[in-house]
Each structure stands twice: as structure tokens, then as C-alpha cells.
């Protein structure tokens, strides 16, 4: 998707966080550059907490028309 | 009429003949059957099975079906090979039935004894032509190019709306611990209406710019069910949809156009659903709960290593003051032990030396005493012997004097005998040796005179 340069995606986020642990175990990091890669690691656990916590809500079944509905009410409100 | 000797009675008040022996009625259904006029018949095959003696498969079209079997040698002898599902054949041959017996089954087929295929069935042969057409526009790979989300929080589902698909991704979701929002596109899934009814379904699924993943789903059928999902719009309509389409239309062994052209094909509604949400998510939880602990505890390390290293660091110095300073105070231990030992080593040894000095001064003095003594001893038993020696000396020098005084030539001169001398100074003992003499010397007592002898007789007397 054009997106995802722009945005970190769930797995983009993962993926980094597995690059930044693996990093950080390596042990070559220096003081900055860990407390930097810790702090970056902070914000995408943050941000995957995010997403699971957006699916781990409660299964919510829609018909589409409702959907359409709730949309176009959405719309008009904003409006 | 037969003559059956052990036949129950019958039903009372039925009016029906018998009972026969059902033996005996299966071969008479068996003959009846056979009577049947001998035909040729067209459909499309499903369920070839290939035995040892037999082939087995069905006929089948919209409106019916007829079990049919061949001899295996007479099957091979056509050529033909194993027919895949689908494929339209005609093929002739007459009913028969197999009477069975008590340990086997009876069974009815369509005794087939010729076979002609037909060209592969209409159905299938549509299909090829639009997957290839599908293939050949490159429309089965835009939907594989689109990023799938892995964690989607709306995900879209068409299916019918009372089918068992619909439960079927219903636990498919729950078994990845997803809970996200579920947009239902119910649509007819195997009627002539259900293609556009499908298409247009997607359409409006993909115009909602939330649903992020469409899930197509719909049980097993005959090709013909599953049909729809080979309609050449609705592949069109996937092919070029922004969103991605996870496909499952009937069985693994069924293959509809819908899952050339969709991201990813599916055999179950289940698996369409994992595949419409990869991550599972409570395995995700678990996971982040340890990637942010070891972040925190990677955090904390650095710092605290570091803070670690830097106090020992600091401590560094003084530890080796202390350290130098404790080497030293055990080595002016150790030095003063040494020479308290030296020392009285020492005067141990002084101790002996002195004890020794003094046991030989009194022994040197107790010598000295004795020496003394014998000494004294000594110098009185020299004295008497030398006293004694000189007197033995004196007067044996007298006596040797009177013996020498004896024997003086000057006594014996002075007594008045003379001593005649040559003139050489040698003594003249003869006569002869004096007449030889040109001059005499004659030694007296008192001095000496020269004479000349004058000739001379030898005395007798002499």
C-alpha cells in the first residue's frame, strides 16, 4: 500500500522491534545509541499495543449496509 | 409359478404375490433390466475410479445422474486414460444390476461398452479459455502485489448469508484471538444471480475504505455450484480490486477462476480467515509483553552496567593504595620477623663461639702451665747435662792438647833434632834425595839455614 512508507504498519513496527532487541542483545550498541534504541522500541510496542488492543476489543459483526450507514451518517456530521 | 418349499407366510392381508426370495427377485430385476434397450447417453464424468477388473464414474448434468461402469481391459483398449472431473464423454451401453448375494452388496450401473470423448466439458472448457485469457493479461497477479495487512482491524466477508462458511470464518477469526470489526457482504453463492450479486458485493466492500481485506467464501458443490465464482466479470472485478481477496470457494480439490485471480486461494473458509489475519494474535500479546520486558530490562542495563563499571572504576585507586599498603605492612612483618631471627641466630652463635673461645683459652692456659713446667724441667736437666758435657769436653781437650803438644814437630826441634827441606820447601827424608839437592834448607827450632851438600855416603846404620 503507498502508505506504508509513511506510516508504520503492525508488521513494519514488529519487524523493527525484532531488529532493535537483536541490537541490543548483540551488546555492541553504546550508551546513546541503546538508550535512543530503547526509547524507539518504547514507542512501536506502544504503537503495536495499539493495534492489538483496536482487534481485541470484542468481535463486532456488521452488515455492510449498516456500515454504508453509519458512514454516510459519519459524513454528514462531520460536515 | 415357482415352487417355494420354504417361504414364510406373507403379510397378512396384503394382496401382493410372494414372498419371494429376494435372490430370486434380484435376478429377475437383473433380467428385466438388461431388456432395456441399449443406448447412448452424454454428460459430463465425475468420480472416475479406475480398479483392478473395473472403471467406475458418474454421468452427470444439471438434470440428473447414472452410475456407470466398463470392464477395466475394455477401457484400456479406447486409450483414453484416467478422465479428470467434468469432462464431457459420450458413452453407450445398456442398465444392469448386480443381484449381489449374502456377502456382497447389489448394485445398480450403466454397463458402458463404448466410450467417446466429447472435448473436455462445457464448463471446464469455458473455464480454460478464461483463465488463459486471465493469464495471458497479466490479471492473476495484480491482487498478489498488494501489501496484505497483517494485523487488519476491518475485515469484509462475502458469502451466503445462511451457509456454513459464514461460521466457518467466524472461528477461523476467533482461532487467531482476532476481535477486530467483521463487514458482512451476504450474496446469493450458486444461482445464476449470484455472480453479479457477488461482484457487486466486492465493489462496495472495497468503495469502504476501512475494510482492509475481503475474505470470498462459500462451501463444496458441483462444478456447476460453484460456477459463479468462474464468471469472467467478477474475475475481472477481483483482478483489479484495491483491496486484497483471500479466496475459498468449495473443496481443496475444486478449483474456481475466483482463486487464480485472488491474493491468495484458500481450501477452507477456516484457513481463508487465518490468511485474512496472519498474526495471531494472542501469540502477538504474548510476544510485545517480552519485546517491551526486554526493552525495559536492556534500558535499565545499560545504565546501570555502565554505573557499575564506573564505580569500580573509582574505586580503582584507592583499592591499590590500600592494596600496596597492606603488601607493605606484611613485608615489614615479614622483615622484622627475619632479622628478630637473624639476631638471635646471632647471639646463638656468638653464644657457642664465646663458649668455645673460653673452653680453649683454659685449655691454651692449662698448656701454657704445663709447658712452663716441663719447660723448667727441661732447661735444669740441659743445664746439668751441658755442665757435664763440658767438663767431658775440657778434659778431653787437654788430653787431645798434651797428644798434640806430643806430637809438634817444633817440640821435637826444640829437643834438638833438625828438619831437613828441599828447595821446593818439601821435606828430605833420604840421602839420597839430599844429594840430589843443588840447596838444603834446615828448619831448627829457633830459624833455618841453607847448606850445600858435598857428596854423601849412604849410612848403613842408617
Known sequence: MSDVATAPSYETACARIETIIARLDSGEAGLRETLELCQEGRSLVEFCATELEAVGQGLEELRLDELVTRLEAGRSEAA | ?462
Open chain 2, 1 to 462: 409359478m415357482y415352487d417355494v418349499p420354504d417361504s414364510p407366510a406373507g403379510i397378512p392381508g396384503s394382496g401382493l404375490t410372494g414372498p419371494w426370495p429376494v435372490g430370486h427377485y434380484a435376478a429377475k430385476l437383473r433380467s428385466r433390466l438388461r431388456e432395456f434397450a441399449r443406448v447412448q447417453v452424454f454428460g459430463e464424468v465425475f468420480g472416475f475410479k479406475a480398479g483392478r477388473a473395473k472403471v467406475w464414474f458418474e454421468l452427470r448434468d444439471a438434470s440428473g445422474a447414472l452410475p456407470c461402469s466398463m470392464w477395466r481391459r475394455e477401457w484400456d483398449a479406447l486409450g483414453i486414460g484416467e478422465l479428470a472431473d467434468g469432462a464431457q464423454v459420450v458413452a453407450a451401453g445398456g442398465c444392469d444390476y448386480y443381484a449381489g448375494s449374502r456377502a456382497s452388496s447389489p448394485q445398480f450401473s450403466f454397463t458402458v461398452t463404448g466410450v467417446r470423448v466429447a472435448g473436455e466439458g462445457d464448463l471446464l472448457a469455458q473455464m480454460e479459455r478464461l483463465r488463459r485469457a486471465l493469464y495471458a493479461e497479466g490479471l492473476t497477479e495484480p491482487q498478489k502485489r498488494l501489501h496484505r495487512p497483517a494485523l487488519p482491524r476491518v475485515v469484509g466477508v462475502v458469502t451466503g448469508e445462511g451457509g456454513k462458511a459464514r461460521d466457518d470464518v467466524l472461528a477461523g477469526l476467533r482461532r487467531r484471538g482476532w476481535a477486530g470489526r467483521v463487514v458482512w457482504a451476504f450474496a446469493p453463492v450458486q444461482d445464476r444471480h449470484a455472480a453479479p450479486a457477488i461482484t457487486r458485493a466486492l465493489q462496495d466492500l472495497a468503495a469502504c475504505e476501512e475494510v482492509e481485506v475481503i475474505v470470498v467464501a462459500r462451501g463444496g458443490g458441483s462444478l456447476a455450484d460453484l460456477f459463479a465464482f468462474c464468471d469472467e466479470t467478477l474475475c475481472r472485478t477481483v483482478a483489479l480490486l484495491r483491496v486484497p481477496v483471500v479466496s475459498s470457494v468449495g473443496h481443496h480439490t475444486d478449483h474456481t477462476l475466483i482463486d487464480d485471480v485472488a491474493a491468495v486461494a484458500c481450501s477452507t473458509p477456516t484457513h481463508a480467515a487465518e490468511a485474512a489475519v496472519p498474526v495471531d494474535c494472542g501469540a502477538a500479546r504474548a510476544a510485545l509483553h517480552g519485546h517491551a520486558a526486554r526493552l525495559e530490562r536492556q534500558s535499565r542495563r545499560a545504565i546501570v552496567d555502565r554505573a557499575r563499571t564506573l564505580a569500580r572504576l573509582s574505586r580503582a585507586p584507592a583499592h591499590h593504595v590500600a592494596k600496596h599498603r597492606t603488601r607493605l605492612h606484611q613485608q615489614l612483618r615479614e622483615l622484622r620477623a627475619s632479622a628478630r631471627r637473624g639476631i638471635a641466630a646471632g647471639e646463638r652463635t656468638n653464644h657457642a663461639s664465646a663458649a668455645a673461645l673460653a673452653r680453649n683459652g683454659r685449655a691454651a692456659e692449662l698448656g701454657t702451665t704445663r709447658g712452663g713446667q716441663r719447660a723448667r724441667l727441661d732447661a735444669a736437666a740441659l743445664d746439668r747435662a751441658a755442665a757435664t758435657a763440658r767438663d767431658r769436653r775440657r778434659r778431653d781437650l787437654g788430653r787431645l792438647a798434651v797428644a798434640l803438644a806430643a806430637h809438634d814437630p817444633q817440640r821435637t826441634l826444640e829437643r834438638g833434632y833438625a828438619l831437613v827441606e828441599g828447595a821446593d820447601g818439601e821435606p828430605v827424608t833420604t840421602a839420597a834425595a839430599a844429594a840430589a839437592q843443588p840447596e838444603l834448607s834446615l828448619r831448627l827450632h829457633d830459624g833455618s839455614v841453607r847448606v850445600r851438600p858435598h857428596g854423601g855416603v849412604p849410612s848403613e846404620a842408617g
